[in-house]
Nanobody, 122 residues
């Protein structure tokens, strides 16, 4: 059973960088064909795919967030990390990590983390 767990600060000040980590258990983030995504959901809005890191380490970003987003991984800890720079209150959302068993548009996920709420406020 694969489990994903998001962690990071729940409150970030405007203009700072939001950093979240997804810890994966029950499966390796380097296993062939899997893509590990970050998705967010602002209050009252739908899910927004932010980006993904592939089993190979290749990264993919939403065009609308690409200039502010970086996804990296630590294979020794089986973790992948989201960094979102220059945050504003519009970045307030529940943030999720998820696994996709392949690349598709739209992405289809088989495992999700429980999500973590991040509020951007001074």
């Amino acid at each position: 059973q694969v489990q994903l767990q998001e962690s990071g600060p729940g409150l970030v000040k405007p203009s700072q960088t939001l950093s979240l980590t997804c810890t994966v258990s029950g499966g390796s983030i380097t296993t062939n064909s899997y893509y590990w995504s970050w998705i967010r959901q602002p209050p009252g809005k739908g899910l927004e795919w932010m980006g993904a890191i592939a089993y190979s380490g290749s990264t993919y970003y939403s065009p609308s967030l690409k200039s502010r987003t970086s996804i990296s991984r630590d294979t020794s800890k089986n973790q992948f990390t989201l960094q979102l720079s220059s945050v504003t209150p519009e970045d307030t959302a529940a943030y999720y990590c998820a696994r996709a068993p392949g690349w598709s548009i739209p992405m289809e996920y088989d495992y999700w983390g429980q999500g973590t709420q991040v509020t951007v406020s001074s």
